[in-house]
């Protein structure tokens, strides 16, 4: 057999993982019948088909389907090489690229971001964005991990290497003075509510919570952004839904106060990367240090309200 040619292994490469030839001579800059022709000059080194045609409709045969896994490994490899080299080899001074989904708490990226602030040898750049377009860019090598607050499903062309950073309380906060004195849901019934965006697990818990206690929320608004809920409610006297972590700086400077927590609800955050041959020391330091230390308990408390799951007050 002829020597491989890595140019026509690359553009196959291409067509099975855009499952599409249109898409993928789009892409790539080149001509449907060129890159036809190419993939069938590597089909005729290997003597093998790689594909069944029907029309224009493109399916992996079986050897094509394990020519796919050993070209993904070679090509990723081949991008990891480029990111290294692009970023440079050598020398004391470590550069990391972190992405953040933008509806995350700032405050708990602060947190988490305060041990590469104090080091010299460690300089990074920071970029928030929406999960796919993040996970995009760390697929292709662009960056070096992925915060976030939703967990994501991996697959066999997107093998994720996901780990559990931390599990903050969810809690209900309202102005000073409000609170009332009697146990959820008593005394809550004519405040108006900010709560996460109906798709969050964070409002999943909190709509079983109330439906637990037989108690219907006046909404007033709905925010999928931590940062906007927060500022909404430090300004608006109405009640809000969000982790702890996320107005720290309110409730210590009194201008919010915690009502109760909410039991079995927790935001969790994560830790995104891609399984690399090279892993850049101090991103392995970092999520090492970061790692959740242990479960939390099932039983929560504030103040004099102390819930268990399962329990109606």
């Known amino acids: 057999m002829p020597r ?3 140019h026509h292994l690359y553009y196959f490469w291409r067509v099975a993982r855009a499952g599409n030839l249109t898409r993928a001579a789009e892409a790539l800059h080149v001509s449907q019948s060129a890159l036809s022709t190419q993939i069938r000059q590597l089909e005729e080194s290997f ?17 094509g389907q ?5 070209a993904t490994d070679i090509f990723t490899r081949g991008e990891e090489l480029e990111s290294l080299l692009r970023r440079g080899i050598g020398g004391e001074r470590q550069h990391l690229h972190i992405g953040m989904v933008s509806t995350m708490s700032r405050n708990f990226v602060d947190a988490l971001m305060t041990p ?12 928030a964005g929406s999960v796919g377009g993040l996970l995009d860019d760390l697929a292709n090598h662009r960056l ?7 967990n994501v499903a991996a697959g066999s062309d997107r093998p994720w290497q996901i780990q559990l950073l931390a599990r903050q309380p969810v809690t209900i906060v309202g102005p000073p003075g409000g609170k009332p004195r009697s146990r959820f849901p008593r005394g809550y ?6 709560l996460p965006g109906p798709r969050s697990e964070m409002r999943a818990a909190f709509d079983g919570f109330c439906a637990l206690h037989h108690f219907e929320p006046d909404i007033q608004a709905e925010v999928d952004d931590m940062a906007m809920l927060r500022l909404l409610a430090r300004d608006s006297g109405s009640l809000a839904v969000l982790p702890q972590v996320v107005v720290r700086d309110e409730i210590e400077a009194r201008a919010l106060v915690e009502y ?12 995104i990367t891609v399984k690399r041959s090279f892993q850049p020391p101090a991103l392995a330091n970092l999520l090492a240090a970061a790692g959740l230390s242990g479960e939390l308990g099932a039983a929560v408390s504030h103040g004099n309200e102390t819930y268990t799951h399962g329990e109606i007050c």
């Open 189 to 194: 019934e004519k405040q108006r509510w900010l």
């Open 116 to 127: 590469l602030l104090d080091d010299t040898g460690i300089s990074f750049v920071l970029r």
């Open 260 to 271: 109760l927590t909410i039991p079995g609800a927790y935001e969790s955050f994560y830790a």
């Open 47 to 63: 003597d093998t088909p790689l594909f069944t045609r029907a029309g224009r409709r493109l399916t992996l045969t079986e050897a």
């Open 144 to 150: 070096d991990v992925v915060l976030a607050n939703i």
């Open 4 to 6: 491989l040619n890595y």
């Open 66 to 70: 394990r020519v796919l896994v050993l």
